[in-house]
């Protein structure tokens, strides 16, 4: 199959992640969202990987995989720290530093 | 069996020696995290920030010990040539400054001290894996163990909303900019079927894939990623919250070490892997260098918050270094190392004086904290001022050769109408930096520019609520103030101060929300602070700015260094 098909749902995962972050408001929902842009850049890298025959890109996606957990846990820590101080757990409504 | 036991296992090589920086920190930051869990508190205050300054001492040592050796380390993943090491250096100075200038800080205790420090070092270290990447995958491993510990450390000062609100925004703002930097890197491994920045180049230099929109979409979303990270213009826009909202000695690492990190990793993919198709490259960067020096100098004017405007200021300055970039020469390499090291300099000093007066005033990062400072703290006064002229490029300091050396590396190159745009930069930036030397020198000038001058809807505070007012009250009941100016004196200009108080206090915020929580811990008596490694911080780094901007000598030798070390210009 040729690599442009896995490429294009690839591009359509990143955007829809995009659009997610720019237009959602929970931060849950945006860490899913970066995620989503995350695993079509490895979802690109896997293609790429096998239309060059080497092994590079599916190296780089294990280590993609590593490193968006610890942005996960560290984003999910930094919620769960924001919802103890009782602040709104919303976007629009942290806005303590807009001057 | 026997022949399992005498077959030996083949090893890659290493050159453990070339990694010692690396090794050196990761020991470190484990060392630190369980010494952070000692029972004793003397223990955990004073041991933890020692062994953090150690090691950071050590790696710098390393840095130092391998110089001109432009070692290829781990199958040329990692170059450890002269830029590496001199941004190794640098990366160790301004963790040692920031580890004095959290010694008294909230946020080490509200955060735990091992944790604090233990992801001060792991940030050093992703900034040293980056500054040396030689891979597109070590630049993305670099870019993420640079940023993660940057997200939890500007949330560390827990009691305070703003410190966690900048931390969320940074999270989310800078993961963002992680994923179109990593889609960039996937795209351009699929455009050129290498990781290696060297295949990269030689794929690049055959000239076949320099129309390909694969590879002009990869060129254009790593410039947006790295962007996000030096705080370009357009990406720019979390840099004045986050740095507002997050502990000031974090801010301060931040601003100086994450921005020559990134130039780093910005000078090395461009001017190394792509070099080929500068063509593509060069105009976008141009423009992008442009609007940010524009966007950084106006939107700095308008700002009472010190933290914010310096936050304009760095985003104006990575306009000025993307010069070095955008030029793609020796000499461009080696004025954007000296810059570099210039720049981290001025703006340690700067925040060295905003954290001792916070700490002070109570006042926060307001204007207000620093005036009549020329008066009562000359120590602080004239590093900020120091700090203030060389960040606006006077002469006789480092600011004003690493301008030059800038303007000189575009003329050279044919990017004279960029020399104009930073002189032009630097006049408009003379606005906002000589507004601060004002507020510091001319108490009384310096109310009437700040009305003039605050934000319109501005939140309102009580005129006499702030400590300013408190003190005073309290010269005027007798007490000599801490500048020993005489008792006729004060007086009358605690009158005067008085009443520019009434003046600002309607319209101005000093204490924000958690500034007044940070107020509290401080506690009224604020003149007596010590803090002795602040004032030794701000007065050793603006002490560096004026040396080295007199006799600029040793530091043009390191940058000619890393400049011919670096890359494989003609």
């Given at each position: 199959m040729d690599v442009t098909w896995y490429l294009v749902v690839s591009a359509a995962v990143f955007s829809i992640g995009m659009a997610g972050v720019l237009i959602r408001r929970n931060p849950l929902v945006i860490l899913l969202c970066i995620e989503l842009m995350l695993n079509a850049a490895n979802l690109a890298l896997i293609a790429f990987s096998r239309a060059h025959g080497n092994q590079e890109g599916q190296i780089f996606a294990l280590i993609v995989m590593v490193v968006a957990a610890c942005e996960v846990a560290v984003g999910l820590g930094l919620i769960v720290a924001i919802f103890r101080r009782k602040l709104p757990v919303d976007v629009d409504e942290l806005r303590g530093l807009q001057g | 069996m026997n022949a399992i036991l005498a077959a030996t296992v083949k090893t890659p090589d290493i050159d453990w020696g070339a990694l010692g920086p690396l090794i050196a920190l990761t020991v470190g930051a484990c060392v630190v995290l369980m010494t952070g869990l000692l029972r004793s508190p003397a223990a955990r205050t004073n041991l933890v920030p020692a062994l953090a300054t150690l090691t950071l001492i050590v790696a710098g040592a390393l840095a130092i010990g391998q110089w001109d050796s432009n070692a290829d380390v781990l199958e040329e993943a990692l170059r450890m040539d002269n830029l590496a090491l001199a941004m190794t250096v640098l990366f160790c100075f301004a963790g040692v400054l920031t580890v004095a200038l959290s010694l008294r800080d909230l946020a080490p205790r509200d955060a735990g001290h091992g944790e604090y420090y233990a992801l001060l070092l792991v940030a050093v270290m992703g900034m040293v894996v980056l500054a040396s990447a030689q891979n597109l995958v070590t630049v993305f491993l670099g870019f993420e163990v640079l940023s993660i510990p940057l997200y939890v450390l500007c949330a560390?000062?827990?009691?305070s909303e703003g410190s966690l609100e900048s931390g969320l925004k940074y999270l989310i703002i800078g993961s963002v900019g992680s994923a179109c930097l990593l889609y960039g890197l996937a795209l351009l491994y699929g455009a050129t079927g290498a990781t290696d920045f060297d295949a990269i180049a030689q794929a690049v230099g055959g000239g076949e894939i320099r129309g390909d929109v694969l590879f002009l979409s990869a060129l254009a979303l790593i410039l947006t990623g790295l962007a996000f990270k030096a705080s370009v213009a357009p990406f720019h826009q979390w840099t004045p919250d986050v740095y507002e909202g997050a502990p000031t000695p974090v801010t301060a690492f931040m601003a100086v070490a994450t921005k020559a990190a990134a130039l780093a990793i910005i000078v090395r993919l461009f001017d190394v892997a792509v070099v080929g198709a500068v063509d593509d490259w060069a105009p976008a960067m141009a423009a992008l260098a442009v609007i940010t020096m524009l966007v950084g100098n106006v939107g700095a004017i308008g700002q009472s918050s010190v933290k914010r405007m310096l936050a304009y200021s760095s985003v104006a300055q990575a306009g000025y270094m993307l010069v070095g970039v955008i030029v793609s020469t020796r000499l461009g390499v080696q004025a954007l190392t000296f810059y570099l090291v210039a720049y981290v300099l001025m703006n340690m000093a700067a925040f060295a004086v905003i954290v001792a007066r916070e700490r002070e005033t109570g006042l926060g990062d307001d204007i207000s904290a620093l005036r009549g400072l020329g008066a009562e703290r000359p120590t602080l006064a004239w590093p900020i001022t120091i700090a203030m002229l060389a960040l606006a490029g006077f002469p006789a300091t480092m600011g004003f050769w690493g301008k030059i050396y800038l303007i000189d590396a575009a003329v050279d190159n044919g990017w004279a109408w960029l020399g104009v745009a930073i002189v032009l930069g630097s006049s408009l930036s003379l606005v906002y930096y000589l507004r601060v030397v004002a507020a510091v020198w001319m108490p009384s000038l310096e109310s009437s520019v700040a009305v003039a001058a605050r934000p319109a809807g501005a939140r309102p505070i009580m005129a006499g609520a702030s400590p300013e007012a408190d003190d005073v009250a309290d010269t005027r009941a007798g007490a000599v103030p801490a500048g020993g100016d005489t008792p006729t004196a004060s007086t009358a200009r605690g009158t005067h101060e008085e009443r520019t108080d009434a003046d600002i206090g309607d319209g101005r915020d000093p204490s924000g929300r958690d500034r007044a929580a940070d107020r509290d811990h401080v506690g009224r008596d604020h003149r007596h602070v010590h803090q002795p490694e602040v004032v030794l911080v701000a007065v050793a780094c603006a002490a560096a700015v004026l040396l080295l901007g007199v006799f600029p000598d040793p530091l043009f030798d390191v940058a000619r260094d890393v400049g011919e070390a670096f890359g494989n210009f003609d």
């Open positions: - | 560390t000062h827990l009691s």
